[in-house]
Structures are given as C-alpha cells and as structure tokens.
C-alpha cells in the first residue's frame, strides 16, 4: 500500500471542560502539528497516489479555519470538551469530505499537541 504524507503546524487556543485539569481549564494555545497521510494500493495514470497540490488546497483551508481560533467557540466543538482525540477526529472527518481521489482506501490524521503527546484518528473508505 502506498502513503502519502503532509504536514502543517498552526496554533490555536482551547480550554478543557468537564473535569480538574488545572491550568488546561483556563483558555490557553497550543503549537500544533497536524499530520495527514493518505493511502491507497493504486496509483493513478500520472504515477501519483494523490494530486498534492489538491490535497494542500484542502488542508490549509482546514487549518485556516483553525488557525488562531478559540477551539470552544466553534459549533463542531459544542457539546464536547475540545480534547486532542476529538480535534483529531474533527480534522480527519472533514479532510475525508474534502478529498475525493477516488483510489484513496484510508485518510489519517496524526495531531501533536506538544513534542510529546499526539493523537491520531483514521477513517477507511
């Protein structure tokens, strides 16, 4: 199976809800590091598992959307406690609804929130 990998790092703010978790309780940034990889058995008549260029298209708008904003603020986010594991499903959900090749079988996102802890959340097609 071939996968195709990018990256892109964008800060945004959150405070968690529902429980103790001291300073995380109050609004505070993080430096994330968003990874999107893409896979599939098949390439396609250009030799290419997916067109990047389209694929960053779709990404950096996602991450724009996010980009310096209050994770609380945003309707996907009511209801939930904008924790790494849901941003991390928030992101692949609607990267899957973006990228229509069709030869793509799996879409994953890995999302860092610090140098040591990630979360990550893949959809099958």
Known sequence: MYTLGIRRDFIARHFLIGGDWGPENFPNSHHYVLELQLAGNELDQHGYLVDIVDVEKHLDEVVNYYKEQMLNEKPEFV????????????????????????????????LWENDSAWSSFQIGR
């Open 79 to 110: 209801g939930l406690n904008p924790s790494i594991e849901h941003f991390a499903r928030i992101l692949c959900m609607s990267l899957n609804e973006r990228i229509k090749a069709k030869n793509i079988l799996q879409v994953k996102v890995v």
